[in-house]
């Protein structure tokens, strides 16, 4: 089966720019996840989706970020103005349903570079 | 809330040796699920083992094997015959179970692994 593909695989931008990450899951996954890691720290999740609805956003800094998930398959976040702190590994999951045992399968990442 | 630990930034490992990873995690639940994942350089993070709480026996996936004590709240994986291409990153997860209405995934910090030739 096809894994899961983000792209682009990498951006750089001027803080205050605005920019957006696109993510294609596994075909079926009804769960899609969106992390962002930091150069030597673990993945964070930022927002959950099941299906297109938003199950957990908490960390999600909202006056910045936003993230959709049109027709329960495709997804985009976007940050907008980036600041220097945003710079990171963007990485995208899905499973094939939240409430189970499954394992996140994961893209390769976009990685963002904020100058 | 519940936090993962992984007090070892860096190991080093001989070539067929074995080396164990540490990982600790706190919570108040008694059902939850624990996951070791690899990251190579190609950033692509890759399952390599999973337990459950309510299962007592450790888990083994060839050469990966888990020391998982619930009690301590310790989840230690242990890797056998080590090759070069287990070179990279690994992270601990923990995942509350469904039933308590939470899903998402904390990962430790990482501890980056070096194989010597």
């Known amino acids: 089966e096809a894994g899961v593909a983000q792209s682009p695989r990498y951006k750089i931008i001027e803080k205050r720019q605005s920019v957006a990450f696109w993510c294609n899951p596994i075909s079926g996954h009804a769960t899609l996840y969106w992390y962002q890691q930091i150069l030597g720290q673990g993945p964070k999740l930022l927002i959950q989706?099941?299906?297109?609805?938003?199950?957990?956003d908490s960390q999600l800094p909202k006056d910045r970020f936003s993230a959709e998930r049109l027709k329960g398959v495709d997804s985009t976040l976007k940050i907008q103005p980036a600041k220097l702190e945003d710079s990171a590994v963007y990485l995208c999951?899905?499973?094939?349903?939240?409430?189970?045992?499954?394992?996140?399968?994961f893209g390769d990442g976009t990685r963002l570079s904020i100058l | 809330a519940q936090t993962v630990t992984q007090s070892q930034p860096e190991m080093s490992v001989q070539e067929a040796e074995t080396v164990t990873l540490s990982c600790t995690y706190d919570t108040s639940e008694s059902d939850y699920y624990l996951f070791w994942y690899k990251q190579p350089p190609s950033r692509q993070m890759i399952l390599v083992i999973r337990q459950e709480a309510y299962k007592q026996q450790n888990a083994t996936e060839n050469r990966f094997s888990v020391n998982f004590q619930k009690a301590a709240k310790s989840f230690s994986l242990k890797i056998s015959d080590s090759q070069l291409g287990d070179a990279a990153m690994y992270f601990c997860a923990y995942r509350a179970s469904p039933r308590f209405g939470t899903y998402k995934y904390i990962f430790g910090t990482g501890t980056r692994l070096k194989v010597l030739a």
């Open positions: 999951a899905s499973s094939s349903w939240g409430g189970s045992n499954q394992p996140q399968h």
């Open positions: 989706f099941q299906n297109n609805g938003v199950v957990d």
